[in-house]
């Protein structure tokens, strides 16, 4: 039902339909909802009934095309519809939609790009429907609406539409759009379409016409995926082109002046039989003076009508009303293509046209005369072919034409990029360099507009839109002319800013002919005035006024070829005043009555021309922005004495630079106006004793012009955390101020102590003394405090509350961020284990203790893992590697240049603390460059003392007994002293040996010593010495464990040998077995082994037994299991033996070179399962898939010959960083690794393994490289 509802309704309906749906409703809610899309729906249901009926007229060439459009409508979003003029495109195309059922869901837009066509095309099209102006068609252009909320087809300005994206971004009023005369390519066309291409997606429904002449239709296409075009044949009559241009070839022929060219066409014309005439002009004042000499040449019955785009609607429609006789139609380019005038036989061509261009030089935006294109030139001689043969007379040579632009070119190309900008963050259009257009700007033109919205205030820093930027936006006029007339609103002087800023889009007046300069000068020394050029203008603007008030026309053209003063120029002048006031006025700016101060006006203007700003220089050249050079005009009034300060109108290069337009200003005046632009710089800051506060001397530039060159200001007033700085220091830090209160004394005393950190670091600028007492100051100081007066005041109020307050600590003292303050990187305490030991750290290179101590009691030394002292500390190993890797051999170390680059990578891949250093740093560096460094290359011994961590042994009183770098020597050294150690701080009972039975009472899991002030966890374990078991304290929980297993399998094994010998003499797989053994498994003590794996099976379920009593009990327990036991091992290991000969068979016949990585990866996996002391090393858990495991790898070799190998390595790659994990962490002596969760983490590869492999053979656990990640943070002890 929504789907029926208007496109504007659609959304707001559906949104409450889901609100309802959501929350649920009441049946009145419910209701009134139903009641909203019935009116909706009844809306479509009177626009469908209101549709008339639509007729075409015969005689229009896009009739004939009818049929072929409207299959291009109805297939395509998007179509390009190209004819000339008079085709019917304009009146045609929107009857054509009503036809097809367009206009019913939103309106029919139509734009066009001028009032007068929107006007026109709209009453013609109501007509040809035959309904009033206003109600189905209707029309909507800048201060006129005649349209309803009925209307089906809406006529409007390009301009209009675009000002509705503001209130309707999805453009949901319309169902169909029509871009007519696209081919102009103004900058609303080229901000529609551009915007158009965006929303088209998002609008499925939205169907787009583009209308164009037949100028580059295909580029309209191409910018919208090759959309079609159909062409429409013009009502085409032969036109008659001559050439009369106003200067002859022939020496003989006189040259004529426009006005009385343009006579002689319109006799010629007249000459060949009835007909209007359309003659083209460039602009409204040409239009007038041609008109009254056309009157004075042409009998009364000639009919004589201007047409251009600011003509009243009335005067513009007399344009297409019926007429008797003769008529002359005087246009603008407003009749090349967006008008078509009836019954033109003849068109006169001068061949010009105003059109706007942005001078990058001036910046300024301009309305000058040019040449038309070679396009606009076909244009206007098609004017005359539509009701019959036709003849153009064009004022120029053939010649001209053919060396003319091809097309006009994109007004988006000629325009001031800042009005482009300004406009899109008005109308919000997003980022102009981001935005599709159909050309887009240069980014240099782009950057150029940005930078100069920036000067003139209308963006921000971060080119967001001031509050400026939207007045500024409000003005229809260059930015720069804008910025003056917004800045004459607040200086009172509208009126005559305006005045000026009309003259500054004009060439300049004044004439001054080479063969009459000085008598050009004389004449103008009357307008001037010495300190401005552009008062001069306010003078030529009185005289020319007052001139006409009391002449003719005549006498007036007279006296400014007296005063040497272009009167096309000053006729131009005023109408460019004119529009300048039209458009300000209707913004709501007022004139100003009274005469405007000199001072006023020009600080109005300098807010546009601050980039044109000079000072003199000792003799008369100007320094300009970016340090351009320039000279005052010789012509200004200022050339004589030049000021010190200038701004300039522009500034022009000829032969010199020079600066046209000047004016003297104040430097104030700079600052003033461009304060959101002038730089502001400040040098020696000094400290006032008499008033107790710092001062410091300002300096103000512009564009690198200096402003003002010293003014000495308080610190305070321009930069108050400076100013507070200043006080902190020359106040606090250095003294001055209460040198005796108790926080200064705490302070002085404290750095001393906090000197010893400087030994962490190994620098002597941990502490910046005088900077770190001022950042502590910093931080506790309000803002507020920038003297002594205010300091005592603050601290009066803030010591009653916290006495403390200014007293430091350790950490205000420290360098920001320094390695030394970093308790991480260089800890005090070294943890191995559960145990910590102190570090200190010594800064000097000359002293045995220099770097790291590790101070350890005798007690502990055994616990020490050599690799885990390697590691020093986190701060110091990237110098340590980079020592490493410069001690290697220079045929390895030369792959790893830069070193320091090398060693910070592998820094970051190291896992601190974890394995052997030089193990680790040779699998980064491997990793990264593919070079294997081996673990002899390394040279350890010869690395800096202070970088090799020194372990300081103490007894219980802390007394040293051995120091040094090499800890295997200080065990050796002390190896008997600290068995002497632990025993003495161990219990009796934990230090037995020669047991063959349980009678040492239970087990406890931990005991804790005490040795020298340090308290260790130690761990009691059963440890098998052969025949018999020992009690021994462990360092480790691991080592104890591991000892504990194998001490209470001795145990156990000694009360069932006699039976177990009897099992294993009586083995039926026992032939078989030893059969089977070679020099992979030991053959003299396999059956031991068995032996003691049956005991394992049997007895050592977890948990183990803690006491006598439940080790008695399991022995009883187990007892009858022995001999099935024994049987099951047998079998397992006679299994395991076969598949490892079958493995072996297998590698026998596939040996060729190119399986090489496979056979020896197969090898080392083959050892790795089946080791010598197979049955003692395998978990006894394990065994029975041990034949499984073996039975993957054979199947890995027979799938060699079918192209496996290749395969084989890429599973290799997958499961290779894995087995490197395992492989670290087995060399791992830090006592991070949990022993038991890295034993599983290996059984979980071998299945990965088979699971990989040889899929076919199953796993006997889910296993996957998650569950792998998930072990993994077991094993590291991070589950």
Request: proline share 7%; hydrophobic share 40%; glycine share 6%.
């Amino acid at each position: 039902m929504i789907g029926e509802c208007p496109l504007a309704a659609r959304p707001t309906l559906r949104r409450d339909l889901r609100r309802l749906r959501r929350d649920g409703g009441d049946a009145g809610q419910i209701a009134r909802l139903r009641e909203r899309i019935d009116a909706s729906r009844a809306v479509i249901a009177s626009r469908i009934a209101s549709r008339p009926a639509v007729s075409y007229p015969a005689d229009l060439p896009i009739v004939a095309a009818r049929e072929e459009i409207a299959r291009a409508i109805d297939g395509n979003q998007v179509v390009v519809v190209c004819g000339e003029t008079g085709s019917g495109k304009s009146t045609q195309l929107p009857k054509l939609c009503l036809d097809l059922g367009r206009g019913i869901a939103g309106q029919i837009g139509h734009t066009q790009p001028r009032r007068i066509a929107a006007r026109s095309v709209a009453a013609r099209i109501a007509h040809e429907l035959g309904t009033p102006l206003g109600e189905i068609v209707g029309y909507k252009v800048r201060f006129g609406d005649r349209t309803r909320p009925e209307t089906l087809v809406k006529v409007m300005t390009d301009g209009t539409l675009l000002a509705e994206i503001q209130r309707d971004r999805e453009l949901r009023h319309y169902d169909t759009l029509i871009i007519d005369e696209a081919h102009e390519r103004s900058l609303n066309v080229d901000f529609l379409l551009g915007y158009l291409t965006r929303l088209l997606p998002r609008r499925p429904e939205l169907k787009l016409i583009i209308t164009s002449a037949t100028i580059d239709p295909e580029r309209f296409s191409r910018h919208f995926g090759d959309a079609p075009i159909i062409e429409v044949s013009g009502r085409g009559y032969p036109v008659d082109v001559r050439y009369r241009p106003l200067v002859s070839e022939d020496p003989n022929v006189r040259d004529r002046d426009q006005p009385a060219a343009i006579l002689a066409a319109v006799d010629e014309l007249a000459a060949e039989g009835p007909g209007d005439v359309l003659v083209f002009l460039s602009g409204e004042r040409e239009i007038r003076e041609m008109a009254e000499a056309l009157r004075k040449h042409h009998p009364p019955d000639t009919q004589i009508l201007p047409l251009y785009a600011r003509l009243s609607a009335d005067e513009q429609q007399r344009v297409f009303e019926p007429h008797p006789g003769r008529r002359i139609v005087l246009a603008t380019n407003v009749a090349e293509t967006s008008l078509t005038v009836p019954g033109i036989r003849g068109v006169v061509d001068p061949g010009l046209a105003r059109i706007s261009r942005y001078r990058a030089r001036t910046r300024v935006q301009q309305l000058p005369i040019e040449p038309i294109s070679q396009a606009s030139a076909r244009q206007r001689s098609g004017r005359c072919g539509r009701v019959g043969p036709g003849v153009c007379i064009r004022l120029y040579s053939e010649k001209e034409l053919e060396e003319r632009e091809p097309f006009t070119a994109p007004e988006i190309q000629r325009t001031n990029l800042a009005s482009v900008i300004l406009q899109m963050k008005t109308l919000g259009l997003g980022e102009v360099r981001r935005f599709p257009f159909l050309d887009p700007p240069r980014r240099a033109a782009i950057r150029d507009g940005e930078q100069t919205l920036r000067e003139l205030g209308a963006t921000d820093a971060d080119d967001r839109l001031t509050p400026l930027g939207r007045d500024l936006a409000r003005l229809p006029i260059d930015p720069r002319i804008g910025r003056m007339v917004l800045a004459a609103r607040g200086e009172a002087c509208v009126t005559e800013v305006l005045v000026i800023a009309a003259a500054l889009s004009i060439p300049d007046p004044r004439l001054r002919p080479l063969e009459h300069r000085d008598a050009a000068d004389a004449a103008h020394r009357v307008f001037a005035d010495p300190l401005s050029d552009f008062l001069s203008y306010l003078a030529i603007w009185r005289f020319f006024h007052e001139t006409k008030r009391h002449a003719t026309w005549s006498k007036v053209r007279e006296a400014c070829r007296a005063s040497f003063l272009s009167f096309v120029r000053m006729r131009e002048w005023i109408d460019v005043h004119g529009q300048l006031k039209r458009l300000t006025t209707e913004t709501g700016v007022k004139l100003n009555r009274d005469p405007a101060d000199p001072d006023a006006i020009h600080r109005a203007l300098l807010a546009g021309l601050l980039r044109n700003i000079g000072v003199r220089g000792d003799g008369a050249g100007f320094t300009g922005a970016a340090g351009q050079r320039f000279s005052i005009f010789p012509g200004s009034a200022l050339f004589a004495k030049p000021p010190r300060w200038v701004m300039a109108a522009e500034i022009v290069e000829t032969t010199r630079r020079y600066a046209r337009g000047v004016a003297r200003i104040q430097p104030g005046w700079i600052e003033r106006v461009g304060a959101h632009l002038v730089d502001r710089s400040y040098a020696n800051p000094r400290w006032d004793p008499r008033s107790g506060q710092g001062m410091i001397f300002e300096k103000v530039s512009l564009y690198g012009l200096e402003i003002i060159a010293k003014r000495r200001v308080p610190l305070a007033r321009v930069d108050r955390v400076a100013a507070r700085a200043m006080f902190i220091q020359r106040g606090l830090v250095e003294g001055g101020v209460a040198p005796e209160a108790p926080f200064q004394i705490h302070n002085r005393r404290l750095r001393e102590r906090v000197r010893l950190i400087e030994a962490k670091r190994r620098q002597r600028d941990v502490i910046v003394e005088i900077g770190r007492l001022e950042a502590f100051y910093d931080t506790r100081l309000p803002e507020r405090v920038t003297s002594s007066r205010t300091f005592h005041a603050w601290r009066r109020k803030a010591e009653r509350t916290d006495p403390e307050r200014l007293f430091m600590t350790e950490g205000d003292l420290l360098r920001p961020g320094a390695p030394g303050a970093d308790s991480a990187g260089f800890p005090d305490t070294l943890k191995i284990g559960d145990a910590s030991y102190p570090l200190t750290y010594s800064f000097d290179p000359a002293g045995v203790a220099d770097g790291v101590t590790v101070t350890v009691p005798l007690a502990a030394l055994p616990t020490l893992s050599p690799d885990r002292l390697e590691w020093l500390v986190p701060g110091r190993l990237e110098e340590k590697v980079v020592a490493m890797v410069r001690g290697l051999p220079k045929t390895l170390r030369r792959h790893f240049v830069p070193v320091p680059d090398h060693a910070a990578r592998c820094v970051e891949m190291l896992d601190f603390g974890v394995g052997s250093l030089p193990a680790a740093v040779s699998d980064t560096l491997h990793r990264q460059t593919g070079v294997a460094v081996p673990a002899e290359a390394w040279s350890m011994s010869t690395l800096p003392d202070h970088l090799r961590l020194r372990v300081r042994v103490v007894d219980e009183n802390d007394a040293e007994l051995a120091a040094g770098r090499d800890l295997p020597t200080l065990r050796d050294t002390l190896a008997q002293a600290a068995a002497e150690a632990i025993r003495h701080e161990a219990d009796v009972a934990f230090d037995r040996q020669g047991l063959t039975d349980w009678d040492f009472g239970p087990l406890p899991p931990t005991i804790v010593l005490t040795s020298g002030g340090a308290r260790l966890t130690a761990y009691p374990a059963i440890v098998d010495e052969g025949e018999t078991v020992a009690l021994r304290v462990m360092p480790t929980r691991a080592e104890a464990r591991a000892a504990t297993r194998v001490g209470l399998r001795r145990l156990y094994w000694r009360h069932c040998r006699a039976e177990l010998e009897f099992q294993l003499d009586h083995l039926p797989q026992r032939p078989a077995i030893e059969a089977c053994l070679d020099t992979r498994v030991d053959g003299a003590t396999w059956c031991a082994d068995l032996a003691l794996v049956t005991v394992d099976r049997v007895f050592l379920d977890e948990p183990w037994p803690h006491d006598e009593s439940s080790f008695h009990a399991r022995l009883d327990a187990g007892w009858g299991r022995l001999g099935s036991a024994s049987l099951a091992i047998a079998d397992e290991l006679l299994a395991t033996l076969e598949a490892a000969a079958a493995v072996e068979a297998t590698i026998a016949t596939h040996d060729k070179p190119v399986w090489r990585a496979t056979i020896d990866d197969v090898r080392h996996h083959l050892a790795r399962l089946v080791p010598p002391r197979l049955l003692l090393v395998t978990p006894t858990e394990r065994l029975p898939h041990l034949p499984r495991y073996l039975a993957a790898l054979a199947r890995r070799v027979e799938r060699l010959p079918a192209g496996g190998h290749v395969r084989d390595a890429r599973r290799r790659e997958r499961i290779d960083p894995y087995w490197d994990n395992f492989r670290r962490a087995m060399q791992d002596g830090s006592g991070r690794v949990d022993a038991a969760a890295l034993q599983a983490y290996r059984w979980m590869l071998e299945e990965l393994a088979v699971s990989v492999f040889a899929q076919e053979l199953g796993t006997a656990e889910a296993v996957s490289e998650t569950r792998l990640a998930q072990q993994w943070e077991l094993v590291m002890g991070r589950g």
